[in-house]
């Protein structure tokens, strides 16, 4: 029994935390709750699965916030000044993201800058580009955005199909694919993959253009979904997008977790946390304490688990 | 900060050095100038510069520059302004540290100096001038429970909060939850923070949608993000004008320019503005009497310049409403 709780610790606790929330207010386990949560976790599990990528490789993006704000802010602007269609403007959006993940890793792999001070430096230069495009402004989006930032297929938002699939495809890729096991070799011992002759270079690049893409994609899924750009779009998205990959399993020393149960469970601990205070009314004050306090115990219980797996082997 | 002493001894200044002038130049430093508010702002100021400079026997002449969002260089522009001998200086600070600096070269070379919108965090300002956010909530929540004395309707609120460092968010949580505590026509269900993140918005108005179905209306800390309210709300189908059952009551702070259609459509129900044109009338009654050696009589908070209630009856003959005039 103890191994049992030792090796499903973390997914316990999330699920303890469900029934706690469900005695609490009985609302919470209702099925437009659940779709209700996977809907607003949409933004994060999209930035996240890009993050995984580059965390897997043993690096750090920190600029997708940014990304994901400076991409919006261009379709917002092609939208409200050049009459673009909000699907053109979005798909400029996700270029302007595949742009500024090449800028990334350009200065990561050519000029062998330290990722987190290299994306850190980005971060800041791509919110300022945002804020430049924006004068700053609340930029409402047409309803036609709003509307499909909201969609619903029976039951599901459509948007959670989308990155459901995301997801998983990107684990596909991990699992399944060369590239892939690349990025374990590279996130394992850098080093080693350069000596047996694996593309490293290429292959750090490519997630730092996948990343960048992921983050301007969950800025036009955010933005969707609120129907305004605003200078809050994208902010501490990035540290967000961390701790998800963290709390998930993936370690940041890269080489190791699974990008789809990683990504899922992250997120959804912390939606969970949210919602969950949300429906008991919590005192505001409280909130992070109470976060931060459940996230502690799920770290806790991983880390005996990763104990107990060092000890057998 | 006690403004009222520094503002005595700044305006006996004034007077000694002969400032009972009919002209004075007054140096306005901006931290930027890319927004419709604060272009409103500068309008605002001139045209009341003019209308109560003539009332009080006084030609004011600016000098403005604009530091975008800079403040080594607000701190420059601001000593550019003292070398050029202005007779007051009004600054609308990028960094509420950083400009105590220039407060206190200000205060060296004997010319007062009034912060605008946003205080100072380190040395008190000669004055300050700027907006009453606690008086905000107070005037919007007890316009919300009279009008639902009027509709004869039970009001079960949800509150969403802005982020709960920012002073103006907890002054005007402070205003919601007095007047809710003293009239029975308003109740708040439930209190959800949002750090004023629009996502939190949406999403906190879901969760607490879904916990209280019960809920009719609701208290929201600014309009900024009230698109995202309105998704959460058509998600249960409670986005509708007054007047249609499905109605959802709404009040707001600030009618910021998203928020003037929807008042217009009558989805807002009561909102206080964050009023460009009663802070300028402030600013300019303030600078006046200082140029004049009197005390502007402010608050120990400041010169805190009150909005106005608007309601979808008022909207449209409301005069100088920033919002619908500046895009």
Redesign the interface.
């Known amino acids: 029994m103890m191994r049992g709780v030792l090796n499903y610790g973390f997914p316990l606790i999330l699920a303890g935390l469900v029934v706690l929330f469900g005695v609490l207010?009985p609302?919470?386990l209702?099925l437009?709750?659940a779709m209700?949560i996977l809907?607003?976790m949409v933004?994060i599990v999209v930035v996240a699965t890009g993050m995984a990528l580059v965390v897997m490789l043993g690096k750090l993006d920190i600029s997708v916030g940014a990304i994901g704000f400076a991409g919006m802010s261009m379709a917002a602007m092609l939208i409200d000044g050049a009459g673009w269609s909000p699907l053109a403007a979005s798909a400029a959006a996700l270029g302007v993201g595949a742009a500024l993940g090449a800028l990334n890793g350009f200065v990561v792999v050519v000029l062998r800058v330290n990722p987190l001070i290299a994306t850190l430096g980005t971060m800041i230069a791509f919110r300022g580009l945002a804020l430049q495009i924006t004068?700053?402004?609340?930029m409402?989006?047409p309803d036609a955005m709003?509307n499909f930032?909201?969609w619903t297929i029976g039951p599901v938002f459509f948007d959670v199909l989308l990155a459901g699939a995301i997801l998983l495809a990107v684990h596909l890729v991990h699992r399944e694919t060369p590239f892939g096991r690349t990025i374990t070799a590279i996130g394992n011992d850098e080093a080693a993959a350069r000596r047996i002759g694996l593309p490293v270079g290429r292959t750090v690049f490519a997630c730092f253009v996948i990343s960048g893409v992921l983050g301007a994609l969950g800025g036009v899924l955010?933005a969707a979904?609120?129907?305004?750009v605003?200078t809050?779009?994208g902010?501490g998205m990035e540290f967000t997008a961390v701790a998800v990959v963290v709390v998930g399993g993936i370690s940041l020393f890269g080489g190791r977790g699974s990008v789809f149960w990683g990504v899922l469970l992250g997120a959804l601990t912390f939606?969970i946390i949210?919602?969950g205070l949300?429906?008991?009314?919590a005192?505001?004050?409280f909130?992070q304490l109470i976060g931060g306090g459940i996230i502690f115990v799920a770290m806790y219980a991983a880390a005996l688990k990763a104990r107990e797996t060092r000890l057998q082997d | 900060m006690n403004y009222s002493i520094t503002a005595l001894a700044a305006a006996a200044v004034l007077a000694a050095q002969g400032a009972l002038a009919n002209d004075i130049t007054v140096g306005l430093s901006w931290n930027?100038k890319?927004?419709?508010l604060e272009a409103a702002w500068e309008d605002y100021m001139k045209a009341e510069a003019e209308r109560q400079g003539a009332a009080a026997g006084v030609t004011i002449t600016w000098v403005i520059n604009v530091a975008d969002a800079d403040p080594s260089r607000q701190a420059s522009n601001i000593e550019d302004l003292i070398t050029q001998g202005v007779n007051v200086i009004v600054a609308r600070a990028e960094d509420a540290g950083a400009i105590g600096a220039s407060i206190r070269a200000a205060n060296a070379a004997g010319i007062p100096f009034v912060t605008f919108d946003r205080a100072s965090g380190t040395v008190a300002p000669t004055a300050h001038v700027g907006g009453d956010s606690y008086d905000q909530a107070l005037t919007t929540a007890t316009a919300f429970a009279d009008l639902m004395k009027e509709q004869g309707i039970e009001g079960k609120c949800i509150e969403l909060?802005g982020a709960?460092t920012d002073v103006n968010a907890i002054n005007r949580s402070k205003g919601w939850t007095e007047v809710d505590a003293a009239r029975p026509e308003i109740s708040t269900?439930?209190?959800?923070?949002t750090e004023?993140?629009?996502?939190?918005?949406?999403?906190?108005m879901?969760?607490?949608l879904?916990?209280h179905?019960e809920a009719n209306c609701a208290f929201i800390a600014s309009d900024?993000?009230i698109?995202?309210v309105?998704?959460a709300l058509?998600?249960v189908d409670r986005w509708a004008p007054a007047g249609d059952a499905r109605h959802f009551w709404l009040a707001t702070q600030d009618l910021?320019?998203?928020a003037v259609p929807l008042m217009e459509g009558g989805y807002i129900d009561v909102s206080t503005t964050y009023d460009a044109f009663k802070h300028s009338e402030e600013l300019v009654r303030v600078v006046i009497a200082l140029s004049k050696g009197e005390d502007p009589m402010c608050g120990p908070d400041g010169c805190l310049a009150k909005g106005r209630v608007v309601t979808p009856a008022t909207i449209a003959t409301i005069e100088n409403l920033w919002s619908k005039t500046y895009k």
């Open positions: 207010s609302s919470f209702g437009a709750n209700g809907h607003a933004p004068d700053s402004r609340v409402v989006l709003r930032g909201n955010g979904q609120v129907g305004a605003t809050f779009l902010k939606e949210r919602a949300n429906h008991v009314g005192n505001p004050y909130y | 930027s890319t927004q419709p909060q709960l269900l439930v209190q959800v923070p004023w993140n629009p996502e939190l918005f949406r999403s906190g879901a969760n607490a879904r916990a179905p900024f993000a698109t995202a309105q998704s058509e998600e910021l320019p998203g």
